[in-house]
């Protein structure tokens, strides 16, 4: 069993939820991901969702985009992502997924990059991109690392039904209309797309998109499996940069305080 | 090898186009799909897109015997296709108009657009407005700079423009703000792609909405000179004059296409957006073609002094033509672009875009190599009018 498969096991038999928040690799540098990465699994990380930054991220707003080109600032690229897991892996087996752009992935090479993935310990990749019908080379060359799929609140019930036979690892539920981003509220319509989503599959279902605050990450796991939170946590990383180079302590301790926060729903 | 392209329903065009883009579009993609499945050869539909390109834009254009030119060049005879006696001044408006009658059809009742040098903004604003339907356009805050005047001709029709500010703050980052604002209002919004671009099926409708472009010219090359060219030449960025131009072409093997991308300060330097010369195979705005990226796969900015060349892909079945060999690719600076402009300006009295003075500065070196019997069909894809700020700037002439 795999490591996500085996996280979400353990939660379901003591009746919790995943909290799994996401972070862009090399914001603000590489080596503060891996303490980040550390810091948010002592504060309730149940799997940490990883950001490979591109020069044009469709799916994302405004937050994580700035996110992007603070890292792409210093050029990180796969080959920095895989050594920062590689090393990661030698102090925590916290599950780890990799979410990025498929430019970046056929760049680097489908076959490789899953090659890379097993040996450094990636257990997922989220290609928000690659879509099913774009996507069967990829899980061809894939026995290990789960492709996790997205499914839209607009996904017709025959692509959902399809989509939840493919399944790996777990369902990533997008939970706006839109872009990645802080909302108000989740909207009404996410509790039936993911109770139609587990009517069809025993995959767990973990909804991201919008989700910014405690009440949402309650709300979320009253029908879901988890949640995955990402402006929220890279805003207040981002009001902390100030902090750096001199209290580096203190900038990772707000982004854990923020993960507690978001996680304090779940205990 | 037509057949194959015509009937396309995966979209690819060999191992080029496809459908590379977040599962919240795939719904939109496959009810414009089926939208276009349905009209595409729905007599009804045909006629009232006629009637309008005839009443409304003007056509059929003339194919225009450029006979100063050519002596001028002393070789083959050249002929212009004139885009720029459309309705609006470029091809544009030709896609843009099919768009919003399948949209209509559709019952949105909001079309956005992405824009580069405002041609395609502007030929979205006019058949929105002509409609009655909502607009807003999105265009890169350096091309609103660049292009004041045509953004100023979207106000005047009645469409809103978003000045993006993101990356480069050109066209590629236009497609990604128009793309993200489809995704944010799918319900009731129509995204009226102007190039032949994007996931499938755009790449085929832009390529099927411009086609009587090449339709067209065919027939009064016939009539003209009884017989087919030896030569197309158009300009690509994104691909879509060329594209119209070629297509009708494709099946008859002795007509040579080639098409002109933008080489900037030159292909040596890293100011150009010569997708074909430099790029390599990726994926960008939802679909697999030649792309202009960095080792890391990062899309890289690109340059050219015509805003409608400055683009980091090009339509994937350009990428096809290129890779089969049934097309050729070749690029001109900008300081070659300027020079065509005014040759076109003092042999003919035309005025041409910047976009389309690319294509005559390859017909400049072409010609002349070419015998007096040949013949060269160039695709006047617009007017220069929107670019005289640009020329007088370059020329150091204050206005």
Request: aromatic share 6%; hydrophobic share 40%; with cysteine.
């Amino acid at each position: 069993m795999s490591r996500i498969a085996t996280t979400f096991a353990r939660l379901q038999d003591q009746g919790q939820q995943a909290f799994i928040p996401f972070l862009m690799t090399g914001d603000p540098t590489l080596e503060l991901t891996k303490e980040l990465v550390l810091e948010a699994e002592r504060n309730g990380a149940d799997i940490i969702e990883l950001g490979i930054p591109f020069s044009n991220p469709l799916a994302d707003g405004p937050t994580i985009q700035r996110a992007g080109k603070r890292s792409l600032a210093h050029r990180t690229n796969l080959k920095d992502i895989f050594k920062l897991v590689k090393e990661i892996r030698t102090e925590s087996q916290i599950p780890i997924v990799l979410m990025g752009y498929f430019n970046s992935i056929f760049n680097y090479g489908l076959e490789r990059l899953i090659n890379s993935c097993e040996e450094v310990g990636v257990d997922g990749l989220i290609i928000p991109d690659l879509p099913m019908g774009e996507d069967e080379e990829l899980r061809a060359l894939s026995n290990e690392v789960d492709i996790i799929s997205l499914v839209a609140l607009n996904s017709s019930p025959k692509r959902i039904k399809e989509l939840a036979e493919n399944s790996q690892g777990f369902i990533y539920a997008v939970a706006t209309l839109g872009t990645t981003g802080e909302r108000g509220e989740v909207s009404k319509e996410v509790k039936a797309k993911v109770e139609e989503i587990k009517s069809l599959t025993s995959t767990p279902v973990a909804v991201g998109f919008g989700i910014s605050k405690p009440e949402h990450v309650k709300e979320v796991a009253s029908f879901a499996d988890g949640a995955i939170v990402g402006s929220a946590i890279i805003k207040r990383l981002e009001d902390n940069l100030e902090l750096l180079p001199e209290s580096e302590a203190e900038f990772i301790n707000s982004v854990g305080e923020i993960v507690s926060t978001l996680t304090s729903p779940l205990n | 090898m037509s057949a194959e392209l015509k009937d396309n329903v995966k979209g690819l065009f060999g191992e080029f186009g496809g459908k590379y883009v977040p599962e919240l579009i795939i719904p939109a993609l496959e009810e414009l799909e089926e939208a276009y499945d349905k009209y595409k050869d729905d007599p009804e539909f045909q006629e009232e897109f006629n009637y309008y390109l005839k009443q409304y834009v003007g056509r059929a254009n003339p194919l225009y015997y450029a006979e100063r030119l050519t002596k001028k060049l002393g070789g083959a005879k050249i002929y212009l296709k004139r885009e720029d006696l459309n309705h609006m001044g470029a091809h544009k408006i030709n896609n843009a108009l099919g768009q919003v009658l399948l949209a209509k059809r559709m019952g949105k009742k909001r079309v956005i657009a992405e824009t580069g040098a405002g041609q395609h903004g502007v030929a979205t604003a006019t058949v929105a407005a002509m409609f009655g339907m909502e607009c807003e356009i999105f265009m890169g805050a350096e091309d609103v700079k660049r292009q004041a005047l045509n953004v100023f001709r979207m106000k005047l029709l009645g469409a809103k423009v978003t000045s993006v500010t993101d990356g480069t703050q050109t066209l590629s980052d236009a497609v990604d703000a128009a793309l993200r604002n489809w995704v944010e209002r799918i319900d009731d919004t129509f995204y009226l792609l102007g190039s032949a671009v994007g996931p499938h099926p755009y790449p085929t409708i832009v390529r099927d909405f411009q086609s009587m472009i090449g339709e067209e010219a065919k027939e009064q090359i016939l009539e003209q000179e009884g017989r087919l060219p030896d030569y197309l030449v158009a300009c690509v960025g994104g691909g879509s004059n060329a594209i119209g131009l070629f297509y009708p072409f494709v099946e008859d093997k002795d007509v040579k296409m080639i098409g002109v991308e933008a080489a900037g300060l030159g292909v040596d330097t890293d100011k150009h957006a010569a997708t074909m010369a430099k790029g390599r195979k990726g994926v960008i705005h939802g679909f697999k073609t030649y792309v202009l990226q960095d080792d890391n796969g990062q899309i890289m900015p690109v340059h050219s002094i015509s805003a409608g060349l400055d683009y980091p892909g090009v339509g994937p079945e350009h990428s096809y033509l290129k890779d089969i060999g049934r097309a050729e690719y070749v690029s001109v600076t900008d300081d070659e672009a300027v020079n065509a402009f005014q040759v076109l300006c003092e042999s003919e009295g035309i005025i041409p875009a910047l976009e389309s003075s690319h294509a005559i500065a390859h017909v400049l070196k072409l010609a002349p190599e070419l015998d007096q019997d040949q013949v060269i069909i160039m695709n006047l894809s617009g007017r220069g009018d929107k670019d005289v700020y640009t020329l007088a700037d370059r020329l150091g002439v204050e206005l």
